[in-house]
């Protein structure tokens, strides 16, 4: 199983074998159901082995112990949930990745009951969402992979609630969501050689299965349609371009314009003529994040049934040096008409954006175009690795994003676009150059980005600080964390579903 998890729900009052996952507060009181499943000698273990151990019951902390004669399980695990203003607030999918952290590779039985708190049917989603994630490797071309080792093993969790039918149906939409994430996870840490432009389009194309419409742009329709963009990033490369189109018309009105979801697929980028040093290049097989958001966001959308109409769109390009690779002092006229000259040739994935988006925009006259794009460095200095750059010509469309964003855990912080920003990247031989240097890099690309959008709403993600090579958390241990399906299912949930 790709998230490496198995999980079933039951009755709080089920009995089972393997480790029992029960829940305390800051005064290690336990809930009627794991004081029965317990019993007083499990009561008093615990309350021992606490004080042994100088376990004070706070938020993300641990007590394994063996289960005690009469405890049907292996191991008693006893987690805390902190405070009873701790308890008011707890993210479950935090909850759900840390619980799965300390059983994994076994069978666990857990019991989601804990005094002066009830967890809805959506809070037990939003636990298995987190559990699920925490449980994803990437190992598939591990060949020496020892059989007994813990991550190898499937973890079987059991979730015990009040309601497990409700809570099953709840974890449905969820298992989508982390489909989605783990599709996006997949396409980041493949390597460059497996996911070439042409297996990446033939990987998006698999969303057919599911009810989406796919259609794939070769070289020639590009051509055909003036691209002279994203062509011209893709000319150096032995391995030709391709654009992915996908369409999930869910909403009671086929006819709706639909909300547009654009990414940067660049799948390996050496930076072109303009190269980038050696260390840390390795890391540009990951600089299509914004299309795997896509794509992945898309799985999710279709798998659980979303009620409205969404394209999603990557340009999919290697950005390579050759002797046919374009230059800087190059000038290249992008479908709009307008005209870029070339500054630096590793400022490829916003020509990419440039000719995807106007495509889209031209073709299917969306409500609203949000792009995901691994873009700069700049934005890396300015947020770190903990939350992404935001850029929007629109104030509803970036309160709406602000507020997914920390409802699903994917933090976004809005930056400037203004005038002076518009102004560095004009250019003395073409309408733009693309690249208006070092100072205010983030916002200079998305001044470029701009000026391919015309009048509709649209909201720009940099994303290159938690796209790859992202910080390790509760839920993530991926070089790859497939960020943003969550915060766009949640952003579709929220304002764009009836």
């Not at 299309?291 to 992945?296: E, I, L, N, P, T």
């Not at 870029?340 to 440039?354: P, Q």
């Not at 409802?407 to 990247?425: C, N």
């Not at 998305?446 to 090579?469: C, N, Q």
């Amino acid at each position: 199983m790709a998230d490496g998890i198995g999980i079933a729900f039951q009755p709080l009052s089920s009995t089972g074998t393997g480790d029992l996952v029960v829940f305390v507060g800051d005064d290690l009181a336990l809930s009627s159901a794991a004081s029965e499943a317990i019993g007083k000698a499990g009561a008093d273990l615990v309350a021992r082995a606490a004080a042994s151990e100088r376990f004070k019951g706070k938020s993300q902390s641990a007590l394994t112990l063996p289960a005690p004669a009469g405890v049907e399980a292996d191991r008693l695990v006893v987690i805390g949930l902190g405070s009873e203003k701790d308890r008011a607030k707890i993210d479950y999918v935090t909850l759900g990745g840390f619980t799965a952290g300390k059983v994994s590779g076994r069978t666990a039985r857990v019991a989601i009951d804990w005094p002066g708190s009830e967890a809805s049917a959506q809070d037990i989603a939003d636990f298995t969402l987190g559990a699920r994630l925490r449980s994803y490797s990437f190992d598939r071309y591990k060949t020496k992979k020892k059989p007994e080792a813990e991550d190898d093993r499937t973890t079987q969790l059991t979730v015990l609630s009040a309601d497990p039918a409700a809570a099953e149906k709840a974890a449905e939409g969820a298992r989508s969501v982390a489909e989605g994430v783990i599709l996006a996870r997949n396409l980041i840490n493949e390597p460059p050689n497996v996911l070439f432009p042409e297996e990446y389009a033939r990987r998006a194309s698999e969303l057919t299965k599911l009810g989406v419409e796919v259609e794939i742009l070769d070289v020639a329709k590009m051509r055909e349609l003036g691209m002279g963009a994203l062509l011209a990033v893709a000319q150096g490369s032995g391995r030709e371009p391709r654009i992915a189109v996908m369409r999930w018309n869910g909403a009671d009105d086929k006819s709706e314009p639909p909300l547009a979801l654009v990414g940067k697929g660049v799948v390996f980028d050496s930076g072109g003529v303009s190269i980038k040093s050696a260390g840390g290049m390795e890391d540009m097989k990951g600089d299509m994040g914004g299309s795997a958001a896509v794509v992945g966001t898309m799985h999710a959308l279709a798998s659980r049934g979303a009620k409205a109409n969404v394209i999603g769109a990557i340009g999919i390009v290697e950005n390579m040096p050759d002797g046919n690779s374009y230059r800087p002092s190059d000038i290249v006229t992008s479908m709009s008409g307008q005209t870029i000259e070339i500054i630096n040739t590793d400022a490829e994935g916003r020509l990419v954006l440039a000719d995807v988006i106007y495509h889209v925009n031209q073709a299917y006259k969306p409500k609203a175009i949000i792009d995901l794009a691994t873009l700069t460095g700049a934005i890396i200095v300015a947020l770190g690795q903990e939350i992404a750059g935001l850029f929007s010509n629109d104030d509803d469309l970036a309160t709406a994003i602000t507020a997914a964003g920390e409802t699903a855990g994917e933090k976004v912080w809005r930056m400037p676009l203004i005038p002076a920003f518009d102004k560095a990247i004009d250019s003395k031989f073409a309408d733009m150059k693309n690249t208006g240097g070092r100072h205010g890099g983030a916002a200079t690309a998305a001044a470029f980005i701009k000026r391919y959008v015309g009048e509709t709403p649209w909201a720009h993600l940099d994303i290159a600080g938690v796209g790859m090579s992202s910080t390790a958390s509760e839920i993530n241990r991926s070089w790859g964390a497939g960020w943003g399906v969550r915060l766009l299912d949640r952003l579709v949930r929220d304002k764009y579903e009836a």
